[in-house]
Structures are given as structure tokens and as C-alpha cells.
């Protein structure tokens, strides 16, 4: 008896239609796509004007420096909070179950996320960087410009994997709450808002061990600010984190499949 071969559509044409609905998704949804672009700016405007033209270190500026944080705060903002908040109610409305229905392949699914959260922390930058400009008056030669804009969106991959890691642990109605109370302690601990020679001593001895601490340092360099170590130490240690949280990510990915598809 003959064998019907079954096809399957071309990948990439499956990849980009999935990741334009990802887009739309999140775009269409103000809680997500305003916070995420313009809450960046709103800090710097609260924070950064003010005190723009303080010079806090040889030839680098306040507004510089927090230019650099925001930046960072902003993608890994994007990262944490599309993948942890998304994935989670995603579970909870048993879309899961609908995509394996589906002959799209798992990664697909989950590669267009990644796109997709990229893309938006681009589109922060890219409002961001000209606020800080007209603004906040920063002036970056165009080099450093490019740096901190590279460094930012390759040094959030590790994030990307904490965000699935909580979207897969946390659920759905306790999503936000589990990421608020880890991500936004971190951030100011890891000198995101202040430098961290203004936080309280017990906290300057904490943020050393923060994966948000060696991404920042990322930032701070690009723009010129002295860091702790060097570029490369910062690298090797995010990637540390990044195995860390993919590995945890795999496993709640697992266990998720293994209760509800066996």
C-alpha cells in the first residue's frame, strides 16, 4: 500500500507570518507597547535632565551615563516582561495546546517571540537615543552611538531566557508580580538609576553578582564611563547567566510538555 508523503510548508514564510502576528499581538496591546517605549523616556525625562550636564566622570556626562542605563533597562525591560507576561498568559489560555495542534514546529513559535521582542527593544532605542539627544543634550561620537546600540541588543539574549524561564515557572496572574519584584530591585541595585557609589554600602556589595550589573557595565563602556574589569570579563559573565537561565528555561519547558502531552 502506497505512502501519502506529507508536506509541510516552507519554513521561512511560516517564520515571518508567525512572527508578524507575534508583532501585531503585542503592539496591539497599549500596556505593553507604550510602557515599553515610552516609560524608558519618562525616566529620563524625570532623572536624566535635570542633571544632564554634571560631569561624573573625565569627558562623561550624567545624561551620558543614564542615557547607557536606560538603554539597558529598556531592552532587558522588553525581554523580561514580553516573554514572562506573554508566555505565562499564553499557558494559562491554553494556546500551547492550540499551537501543538498545529503543524507549525515549537521553535518557530518560539523564534518569532525572540524577533519579535528584538524588534520592539530596536524600536525603544530608536526613540530613546533621539530624546536623550534633543533633549538631554548627549553628544556621542557616532562610534559610541553604534556600541551602545550593539552591545545592548546582543548582551539581552540572556534575559530572553529569564524571561521564558518566569513566563514557564509563575502563572498567569502571577506573572507581573514575580517580575516586578525580581527585575526592578535588580535594576536600581545594579546602578541602572543612580551610580552605585550613591546606593547604600549593603547594596554596593550585592550588585557585583547581578547579571544586570555586568550588562550595564556594557552600556557604561560604550559611552566611555570607567567600569568595574573589563568588556570581556562582562561578556564572559553574561554568558555564564545565559547557559544558567536557558538551562532553566529547558527544564520548565519540560516539565510544562511533560504534564500536559503525556
Known amino acids: 500500500m502506497a505512502v501519502m508523503a506529507v508536506r509541510r510548508a516552507p519554513l521561512a514564510p511560516m517564520l515571518v507570518r508567525q512572527t508578524l502576528a507575534e508583532f501585531l499581538k503585542l503592539w496591539r496591546v497599549?500596556?505593553?507597547?507604550?510602557?515599553?517605549?515610552?516609560?524608558p523616556v519618562m525616566f529620563y525625562a524625570f532623572i536624566g535632565i535635570g542633571?544632564?550636564?554634571?560631569v561624573i566622570s573625565p569627558h562623561v556626562t550624567f545624561g551620558a551615563y543614564f542615557l547607557a542605563s536606560m538603554a539597558v533597562y529598556s531592552v532587558a525591560n522588553v525581554m523580561i516582561f514580553s516573554f514572562g507576561i506573554s508566555v505565562a498568559t499564553e499557558r494559562g489560555m491554553k494556546m500551547d495546546v492550540l499551537i501543538r495542534a498545529t503543524p507549525m514546529p515549537?521553535?518557530?513559535?518560539?523564534?518569532?517571540?525572540?524577533?519579535?521582542?528584538?524588534?520592539?527593544?530596536?524600536?525603544t532605542l530608536a526613540v530613546l537615543?533621539?530624546?536623550?539627544?534633543?533633549?538631554?543634550?548627549?553628544?556621542?561620537?557616532?562610534?559610541?552611538?553604534?556600541?551602545?546600540?550593539?552591545?545592548?541588543l546582543l548582551g539581552s539574549i540572556p534575559f530572553i531566557a529569564l524571561g521564558f524561564a518566569i513566563g514557564y515557572l509563575s502563572g498567569p496572574n502571577s506573572a507581573v508580580a514575580v517580575i516586578n519584584l525580581i527585575y526592578l530591585p535588580t535594576a536600581f541595585a545594579s546602578g541602572l538609576f543612580?551610580?552605585?557609589?550613591?546606593?547604600?554600602?549593603?547594596?554596593?556589595?550585592?550588585?557585583?553578582?547581578?547579571?544586570?550589573?555586568?550588562?550595564?557595565?556594557?552600556?557604561?563602556?560604550?559611552?566611555?564611563?570607567?567600569?568595574?574589569g573589563s568588556v570581556t570579563t562582562d561578556w564572559l559573565y553574561l554568558a555564564g547567566y545565559g547557559v544558567v537561565f536557558f538551562v532553566i528555561a529547558l527544564w520548565a519547558y519540560r516539565r510544562e510538555e511533560g504534564r500536559k502531552f503525556t
Open 30 to 39: 497599549p500596556a505593553f507597547s507604550l510602557t515599553s517605549i515610552f516609560l
Open 51 to 54: 542633571s544632564s550636564s554634571q
Open 106 to 123: 515549537p521553535f518557530v513559535y518560539l523564534l518569532s517571540k525572540c524577533i519579535t521582542a528584538i524588534f520592539f527593544a530596536a524600536i
Open 129 to 152: 537615543f533621539p530624546f536623550a539627544y534633543i533633549a538631554g543634550g548627549v553628544k556621542l561620537d557616532p562610534s559610541m552611538w553604534m556600541t551602545l546600540a550593539y552591545r545592548v
Open 194 to 228: 543612580f551610580p552605585k557609589q550613591l546606593l547604600p554600602s549593603f547594596i554596593q556589595s550585592i550588585a557585583p553578582y547581578l547579571p544586570l550589573h555586568f550588562y550595564g557595565q556594557l552600556g557604561w563602556d560604550a559611552i566611555g564611563a570607567p567600569t568595574d
